[in-house]
């Protein structure tokens, strides 16, 4: 069987596995303050265009987008996000868990727009009783968002005056963001995002890391005293060596957007054939997902050989599912997919 469900079945790109063995005897200071985690958070820095940008290591995405929340947000206060966002809908209410409501809206495109964050933050505040309502005072986006579609600069820029005006801190899941980077859409860089966000991440686990999320705040607000909440929320990795040695890895000679770009080439091949062959797509994704919609029966027949995530059943007949490639997808593996579905949809 071949796995192209998501893009977390295999383990880390070589590299680092070989990096951790070197390291494995080398006595390292603990809680992500030694030399190896702080020479990848000075690459980190530079990629950003920013020295004086905060640079934390934690091990997972839901684990980085409930320490920040928690770290930025009073009690009183919730996040908004798309009904799709990941915090919403994936994440087993951690975000209320920690004590904070997410405010869902509506996308058929699983992303927010500044006028639906503008329309959320006007009626609160011209309701007269807006104290007994949770106060909106962060957005949260996902990019790519959780259909695999990806903001563009000038969309990101206009979510970012509304923050402004509304007083909203921005972060951004970047549990995926090497396939944003790569996908032939994108025209939104690091330092852009550095410029328009006050919190974002740079994802590993997804990306070719073994775990790990790089967050990258901005704004002081939210990095002063980042470590305290880190450590209240059980993310303080005693061996946190682990987390920067591999993004200290992953960032070198450009190798994390090298391995991003091979898999949206590939996700890309994949994605031409599907549309040769004249089959829909339930989201126009441009990333290292892909979501087809297929007759029931020739997705039977592909399930004999192939694992993929069932999104949406469409009718009685056809249902869309996620194609997903990864790091770690090979070309033989792309192209025995894409001669199989030549074969049973053609």
């Given amino acids: 069987m071949l796995r192209f469900e998501c893009d977390y079945t295999e383990g880390c790109i070589p590299e680092i596995l070989e990096a951790i063995s070197r390291e494995n005897h080398t006595q390292l200071q603990g809680y992500s303050e030694d030399t190896v985690t702080n020479r990848a958070r000075a690459r980190v820095k530079a990629l950003c265009g920013r020295e004086d940008v905060d640079v934390h290591f934690l091990v997972g995405g839901t684990q980085a987008n409930t320490t920040v929340i928690a770290a930025a947000l009073r009690h009183h206060q919730g996040v908004i996000a ?30 927010l727009t500044a006028a639906q964050i503008e329309a959320v933050c006007a009626a609160h505040w011209s309701d007269p009783s807006f104290e007994h309502q949770t106060q909106p005072a962060m957005v949260y986006l996902s990019h790519p968002a959780e259909n695999g579609t990806i903001y563009s600069l000038s969309e990101l820029e206009a979510i970012r005056a509304v923050c402004d005006k509304w007083h909203l801190y921005l972060f951004l899941d970047g549990a995926r963001l090497g396939y944003a980077l790569a996908s032939p859409k994108n025209d939104v860089s690091l330092q852009d995002l550095a410029r328009l966000t006050d919190v974002f ?33 059980g993310g303080m990795l ?28 590939r996700a890309m091949e994949i994605r031409a054939a599907l549309e040769a062959l004249g089959i829909p797509f339930w ?12 007759p029931n029966e020739a997705l039977t027949a592909l399930e004999r050989e192939y694992v993929f995530n069932h999104t949406e059943k469409m009718d009685d007949t056809h249902t869309a599912v996620r194609i997903c490639t990864s790091w770690a997808t090979t070309e033989a593996q792309t192209q025995a ?3 199989d579905l030549r074969r049973v949809l053609g």
Wanted: charged share 20%; aromatic share 10%.
């Fill in 283 to 294: 989201s126009d994704s441009w990333t290292n997902q892909l979501f087809p919609i297929l």
């Fill in 238 to 265: 005693a061996k946190g060596w682990l987390l920067g040695l591999q993004f200290d890895v992953l960032l070198e000679d450009g190798r994390y957007f090298q391995i991003s770009q091979q898999a949206v080439d």
């Fill in 337 to 339: 997919l894409i001669a």
């Fill in 201 to 233: 991440y740079l994802g590993g686990t997804k990306v070719g890391a073994l775990f790990g999320e790089a967050v990258v705040i901005a704004n002081p607000e939210i990095a002063r005293d980042f470590r305290y909440h880190i450590k209240q929320r």
């Fill in 82 to 111: 798309a009904a799709q966002g990941h915090i919403a809908c994936h994440e087993t209410g951690a975000i209320e868990a920690a004590g904070h409501k997410v405010i869902a809206l509506p996308s058929q495109t699983g992303r």
